[in-house]
């Protein structure tokens, strides 16, 4: 899709939108949208065909702060853009700059700030929350209320467990915001990480690796191996029939 600036409204004669929704100015709406009651869009927002948004979602909403964020937000950002065939639940927030793929499908309270790109048939659950510039790829299932932090990159054909925690600063914001400091975990590519697991800043999960439940992983976990407790240590190899 188009990742310039929103500047002219677009609504397909197909698509169906509620009478209490709010559309500001600068939106596309695509071929077979809808949209339902008391959803509002912010400008510079692309939804692609086929796209259904349920009650209470907000999208294209800006970064804002009263001063007391470290991080400094621009004055402008990309538009953000749903993919064609999109499902989004009830409450759904998603921040301007964004990118969320094909096909996937956004559980209740979902909320995803500015400038991630989620890829095409991610599953992401009810209460997971995205902090900004972090990736998702495609085919990854992120399960309830678990939060991905900035500046993360989750790799495709990954799946995350409930109530899994991960963060990017290991001062915890005693040195201020410094952007090549702050860096979040690497879940490489058919990964998975098991229910309340704590994922520390800048650890590495391996290609075809398994993160036990509850385990807080302190150092990376090499590919295709099984890293349990807390520190997490490696326990044994991942099975051939196992990897994705």
């Known amino acids: 899709m ?12 197909t698509a169906r939108v509620s009478r209490t ?20 869009i912010y ?69 995803i700030r500015e400038e991630c790109e989620i890829g095409d048939e991610c599953l992401l659950s009810r209460n997971v929350t995205i902090n900004y510039h972090t990736r998702v790829g495609s085919r990854t299932k992120v399960m309830d209320s678990t939060h991905l932090t900035g500046n993360m990159i989750v790799e495709e054909d990954v799946f995350i467990s409930t109530l899994v925690s991960t963060t990017n600063d290991n001062l915890m914001g005693r040195a201020g915001y410094q952007e090549k400091r702050i860096l979040g975990p690497h879940v490489c590519r058919g990964a998975t990480v098991g229910a309340g697991a704590s994922l520390l800043p800048g650890v590495e999960i391996g290609e075809n690796a398994i993160v036990g439940a509850g385990s807080v992983v302190t150092r990376s976990i090499p590919p295709r ?13 991942v099975p051939p029939e196992q990897w994705k």
């Open 2 to 13: 188009n990742q310039e600036l929103v500047t002219e409204d677009f609504v397909a004669p």
């Open 21 to 40: 929704a709010v559309i500001h100015p600068g939106v596309r709406i695509g071929a077979g949208v809808i949209i339902h009651d008391y959803v509002v």
């Open 43 to 111: 400008s510079n927002t692309i939804i692609g065909d086929r796209v259904e948004i349920y009650d209470h979602c907000v999208l294209g909403k800006p970064p804002t702060s009263p001063g007391n964020v470290a991080r400094r937000f621009k004055k402008r950002y990309s538009p953000l853009v749903v993919g064609a065939e999109t499902i989004l639940c009830p409450g759904v927030v998603l921040y301007a700059g964004t990118t969320v793929g094909e096909k996937c499908l956004l559980g209740d309270f979902c909320s």
């Open 225 to 237: 191996k099984v890293a349990l407790g807390s520190p997490a240590r490696v326990v044994r190899d």
